[in-house]
């Protein structure tokens, strides 16, 4: 048992845990939110890049709005991080929706010949009327789109087979337009991540801070792992008993007890902070450390192949 659990629960009750309420909009991504409105006039198809792991979460609903009209195929990046058998739904989620999804992993090019198969698929009526028209030889224009830290540099790097596009170290700092030539039909514009005003729903908002979109400064990193590892105990809760070598019997004795949830999902907390070797003076546990250790674990997967939003 954790010799400073009383202090702790002093803590968490006062934190308690609120809904967060998040509106981050810096002006840079409504100035590009703006040049994506303007480049659409000189592209035939849409490239969409989604998280796998949050792929409603993850798509930008202005995307749907200034997109429309265009051709379109979904890019679902990250499936080797996801779950399997969710992947697969999620493909014949957007199957059901007419457009085709294709699961990627741009980090080993796995899926990256699949999407632009797809592009040319997809291309192939306009572009024989184009020819027909006399317009022999024209490339297909795509426009990529994400949202910041979909990974969206490393896949435009992965389908260009150079380090073409910037890859920048915090979230949407892909910088200036620019052409890549992908093979001699297809040519790609990138543009910088852009999300939106508001996030009106609080789930998509926390969903977005688990995979490191929204920065941690903008919610507190501890209230981003409780929530994580409240819905890790309910859906993947073997994967974080093997990851922090616990016992299924001690997560259900601690949810049993007689006191606020927050308290004992808290508690579980500490003991992998505990666990972890997250002890400052007077034996208390670190849980911004603790936080810490548990997200990135969970954005690199080292807790196994994890799918936040699930489709039924």
């Known amino acids: 048992m954790i010799d400073n659990r009383d202090n702790k629960k002093e803590n968490v009750q006062e934190k308690s845990f609120p809904k967060v309420h998040v509106n981050w909009y810096p002006g840079h991504m409504a100035k590009t939110r703006r040049q994506i409105i ?7 198809i849409v490239i969409e ?20 009209g265009k051709k379109k195929v979904i890019v679902l990046n990250k499936s080797d991080l996801a779950d399997e058998k969710q992947n697969l739904l999620w493909v014949n989620y957007f199957k059901r929706n007419n457009i085709p999804a294709i699961l990627v992993d ?4 796995k899926g990256i010949e699949n999407v632009i198969k797809k592009i040319e698929e997809v291309m ?16 297909i224009r795509a426009m990529i789109l994400g949202i910041p830290n979909v990974g969206k540099s490393s896949f435009i790097n992965r389908i260009s087979k150079r380090t073409t596009a910037i890859v920048g170290n915090r979230p949407g700092i892909t910088k200036q337009k620019q052409w890549i030539r992908i093979n001699d039909k297809i040519e790609l514009l990138d543009t910088p991540g852009v999300l939106w005003p508001k996030f009106e729903n609080n789930e998509v908002a ?5 995979t490191g979109t929204i920065k941690e400064d903008v919610i507190e990193k501890t209230e981003i792992a409780y929530e994580l590892i409240k819905f890790l105990i309910k859906g993947y809760r073997k994967n974080l008993c093997d990851k ?5 019997g001690y997560i259900e004795n601690v949810l049993l007890q007689e006191q606020p949830e927050n308290f004992n999902i808290y508690e ?10 997250c002890i400052v003076s007077g034996g208390e546990i670190d849980d911004e450390k603790t936080a810490k250790i548990i997200l990135d674990d969970f954005k690199n997967g080292r807790l ?6 699930h489709c039924m």
């Open 244 to 248: 922090y070598n616990l016992q299924e």
């Open 38 to 44: 303007e480049d659409l006039k000189f592209v035939d």
């Open 106 to 109: 741009a980090n080993t090019g």
């Open 124 to 139: 192939d009526l306009n572009m024989k009327e184009q020819a027909e028209k006399g317009r022999v030889g024209r490339k």
């Open 49 to 68: 890049l989604l998280d796998s792991r949050i792929p409603i979460s993850s798509q930008n609903p202005d995307i749907a709005k200034i997109t429309e």
């Open 206 to 210: 926390l969903n977005l801070a688990f």
């Open 304 to 309: 196994g192949r994890i799918t936040i939003e």
């Open 268 to 277: 579980i907390m500490l003991e992998i902070g505990r666990r972890r070797g």
